[in-house]
């Protein structure tokens, strides 16, 4: 799928589909509003990206209003297109810098379609912390040189896990903040 | 939720209130012989409580601690003092140490109290230290001895009795990185060559990446990371 910053579009936009059928404009707006920040999505981003899912059966075409075009087809995620975003949104990223983006957008998913936030950022926890067993391990068993380049990765992947640890903390002010 | 079998130290639908603040609410944890874990949380979530439930310092309201297969609630006082001075080991994050003693006098005490005497007890004591590569501080008072060096001292003392059981609570939190990662390498080596189990509270990462699991425990509701996937 495509990805700006490592978040996938197309996983978003079917997490987005998920509380009911929405035209591509639509889309983009909700996208632009959520996560767009300063990025806001190309509606040519938007249409080849619904045109790929409808392919591959994710999403299928619910209505189409008068006058034809692609901008006048409605959207609605098919049970893949569920399950697809179910699977996304549950396996953890492979932790490297910057990730926050990624995971804020599933955090802001998982709260939007009614799913257990703090799971997620617990499974992202115990993929940060595998990679951080391994780095220590061959820290251990390394040169200074070894050591050094471990705690660069070391100390990054920290940083990330304090941010998952603050946003565990506010889930319940994030989520009182999208679903208003 | 049953506990693996062979678990050295298990528990089950662990409840503890202070007043009306739930500290632990239905918490499970279970350890192996020779395993490390850590149990990971934000300040005030209930690890510590668990730390002292499974040490049979605090009793639980209810639910269920085995040690070895035997239940702790059933266990006299006598026999649960008994436990804590020969099977369990303790190291925590602050003022452990007897300003009195000296350090190879402090890292013997626990067998001393178990009546070994001094002389065997000090040889002991002064064979943990150069594990733990504090014995050129022997005959210094903990005052004398910087916090790295303390910590590395608390070790040895925990570990002089041979215990099964190593709990550690915030080992590193008052050292700085590199003092912090020494303790941890030497705690984690010396409890592996001993298979002592080690039950790790930590709210830091780069000390959690030490264990072989993580428990997080939230709002006294505990989750074994390696059992949830």
Known sequence: ????????????LLGLLESGPRHGYDLKRAFDEKFGHDRPLHYGQVYSTMSRLLKNGLVEVDGIEAGGGPDRKRYAITEAGVTDVHQWLATPEKPEPYLQSVLYTKVVL??????????????????????MRILTDRKRHGD????LICDHALFHLEADLRWLELTAARLDKLAQAVTR | MTPPSGSLLAAEELRKAYGPTMALDGAHFSIHPGEV???????????????????????PDSGSITYNGAELATMSDA??????????????????LVPELTCVENV????????????????AALGWMQRLEVDDLSKKRPGEVSGGQGQRVAVARALVTGPRVLFADEPTGALDSLNGERVMELLTEAA????????????EARVAAYSDREIVV????SRDMERAV
């Open chain 1, 110 to 131: 998982a709260l939007l379609t009614h799913r257990d936030a703090a799971d997620i950022l617990d499974t992202q926890r115990s993929e940060h912390l595998r990679m």
């Open chain 1, 144 to 147: 200074l040189a070894d050591q």
């Open chain 1, 1 to 12: 799928m495509c990805t700006v910053l490592g978040m996938s579009i197309g996983h978003t």
């Open chain 2, 192 to 203: 592996r060559s001993t298979n002592a189990a080690v039950v790790l509270v930590t709210h």
């Open chain 2, 218 to 221: 939230r709002d006294g509701k």
């Open chain 2, 108 to 123: 013997a005490l626990p067998l001393r109290l178990n009546g070994t005497s001094r002389k065997e007890a000090e040889r």
């Open chain 2, 37 to 59: 874990v850590a149990v990971m949380g934000p300040s005030g979530s209930g690890k510590s409580t668990l730390l002292h439930c499974l040490a049979g310092i605090v009793p």
């Open chain 2, 79 to 96: 026999q649960r003092s008994a436990l804590r001075r020969s099977e369990f080991g303790f190291v925590f994050q602050f003022g452990q």
